[in-house]
């Protein structure tokens, strides 16, 4: 059984240039869960999708923007990226609705370091 | 607003030491609580998944506890290894209406096990 892999490792960017981030869940698991860590902080909860629709989002900008595609693979693109945006990028995959009581199973993330 | 807060920050211990790490949340409204690790610049390894119906959960050297009433989760580390050092991470799975979901993080803790 395959984990959640995610693409690519690590991304250098400039301000106001655009990034794609690429997850792709474990085998079975429908739901797709992005996530933003900041140095020493703990992961902040961007968005979740579940059957290729968005499942709630959280305290974050519509430069923020996703997609998850009919093999539930997911991307994360951002938009007119600023220095803040420098951080570890972890995505999450559940089998199920998304709610509830189902664990998540995290990838390896990407690091993305804006200049 | 549901907050996790974890207490100690930092952690040095001998080899050898048994040890509790500490997760408490504002709101009891939880489906789950997961502990994770995290090794440098590293994703997430889940550990222990304790559903709110549960009172705790055991892997091997790890035991984790819930009580919901209390808004707090301990993580028991026996006969620890130079190996366990890393952050550990806990995190609750916000319930209620419109729940995605999500999971909500504390900064973590950050432990170092000294040979």
């Known amino acids: 059984e395959t984990g959640v892999t995610q693409s690519p490792t690590h991304l250098i960017k400039t301000r106001g240039q655009q990034v794609t981030l690429r997850c792709s869940s474990q085998?079975?698991?429908?739901?797709v869960s992005w996530y933003q860590q900041a140095l020493g902080q703990g992961p902040q909860f961007i968005f979740q999708?579940?059957?290729?629709?968005?499942?709630g989002r959280g305290n974050f900008p519509p430069r923020f923007s996703g997609l998850q595609f009919p093999n539930y693979s997911s991307e994360l693109n951002v938009n007119a990226l600023e220095l803040d945006d420098s951080a570890l990028y972890l995505c999450?995959?559940?089998?199920?609705?998304?709610?509830?009581?189902?664990?998540?199973?995290f990838g390896p993330g990407t690091r993305l370091t804006v200049l | 607003k549901q907050e996790v807060t974890q207490i100690p920050a930092a952690l040095s211990v001998p080899e050898g030491e048994n040890l509790v790490l500490n997760c408490s949340f504002t709101?009891?409204?939880?489906?789950?609580l997961q502990w994770f690790r995290q090794d440098p610049g590293k994703g997430l390894t889940s550990l222990l998944l304790?559903?709110?119906?549960?009172r705790e959960q055991t892997s091997g050297r790890l035991n984790a506890s819930l009580d919901k009433s209390s808004g707090r989760s301990t993580l028991y580390i026996a006969a620890s290894q130079p190996g366990d050092s890393a952050t550990y991470l806990c995190?609750?799975?916000?319930?209620?209406?419109?729940?995605?979901?999500?999971?909500?993080f504390g900064q973590g803790t950050t432990l170092q096990v000294k040979p």
């Open positions: 999450a995959s559940s089998p199920g609705s998304g709610g509830g009581y189902n664990e998540q199973f």
């Open positions: 085998s079975g698991h429908n739901t």
């Open positions: 999708y579940y059957r290729e629709e968005e499942n």
């Open positions: 709101d009891s409204a939880i489906y789950n």
């Open positions: 304790i559903q709110s119906s549960q």
């Open positions: 995190a609750v799975r916000a319930g209620g209406s419109g729940n995605t979901g999500k999971l909500i």
